[in-house]
């Protein structure tokens, strides 16, 4: 398997709340995505990273901004939660080889209340 | 239109099936495909590519069709641990933009 751990694995916050997820790779690859997934919509790309400090946004990108100061990290900040924003985080790995085929995290279950 | 669509399922087999999964995708310049298989609560897991000669792997078979966007997957004598959502995935240019993800056909296989 690969190495993307995700922190924390659940949390339950209340509406307004920051809250900040984090992914973490030991594989060195360049790109890194954060999906959400809820039902009958299936994943949805939020935003992604191409390297260091390089970030652009997905198609479910408002409410959400993204950090990525090293390699290994990328962070999701939530800097309101609202309710619609309960669901499961996955975060993604890829690199050029192999068709940027992309490798996932256990994920993140966020409820906002 | 939705850039990949497949049939939500779910599909109900007996162990020892043949079971064929289907899926169309709108984006004609796609370069590059994979199944990946989800099981309930846990991550997307790649199962495999799809190459436009066709593949194989073990019980899996995934096969391209270019001309009609079309990528199916063909699972043989189907066990009671290949019941999951089996998600076609569509990479739409060669860079590490972005996949585009169906929704997913669930399988559930009986004894």
């Known amino acids: 398997d690969a190495g993307i751990t995700q922190s924390p694995r659940h949390k339950v916050t209340e509406t307004g709340t920051p809250v900040t997820l984090r992914c973490h790779q030991t594989?060195?690859?360049?790109?890194m995505y954060w999906y959400r997934q809820d039902p009958g919509h299936g994943l949805r790309l939020i935003h992604y990273?191409?390297?260091?400090?390089?970030?652009d946004k997905g198609e479910v990108s408002d409410g959400y901004s993204v950090s990525r100061s090293k390699t290994e990290d990328f962070l999701l900040t939530l800097e309101s939660a609202t309710s619609s924003q309960t669901s499961v985080y996955f975060c993604?790995?890829?690199?050029?080889?192999?068709?940027?085929?992309?490798?996932f995290g256990p994920g993140t279950r966020l409820t906002v209340t | 239109r939705k850039e990949v669509e497949q049939d939500p399922g779910p599909f109900n087999v007996p162990e020892g099936a043949t079971v064929a999964f289907n899926c169309t995708y709108s984006?004609?310049?796609?370069?590059?495909f994979f199944w990946y298989r989800q099981d309930c609560r846990k991550e997307p897991k790649l199962l495999m590519s799809?190459?436009?000669s066709g593949n194989e792997d073990g019980r899996f078979t995934a096969q391209l069709n270019r001309a009609s966007q079309y990528i199916s997957l063909l699972i043989r004598d189907s066990k009671l641990s290949d019941s999951a959502t089996y998600l076609c995935?569509?990479?739409?240019?060669?860079?590490?933009?972005?996949?585009?993800f169906g929704k997913g056909t669930s399988l559930l296989v009986t004894p």
């Open positions: 993604a790995i890829s690199q050029q080889g192999n068709n940027y085929e992309q490798y």
């Open positions: 594989e060195n690859h360049r790109y």
């Open positions: 990273s191409y390297g260091v400090k390089d970030t």
């Open positions: 984006n004609s310049a796609s370069q590059s």
């Open positions: 799809v190459y436009s």
């Open positions: 995935v569509v990479n739409p240019s060669n860079s590490g933009y972005a996949l585009n």
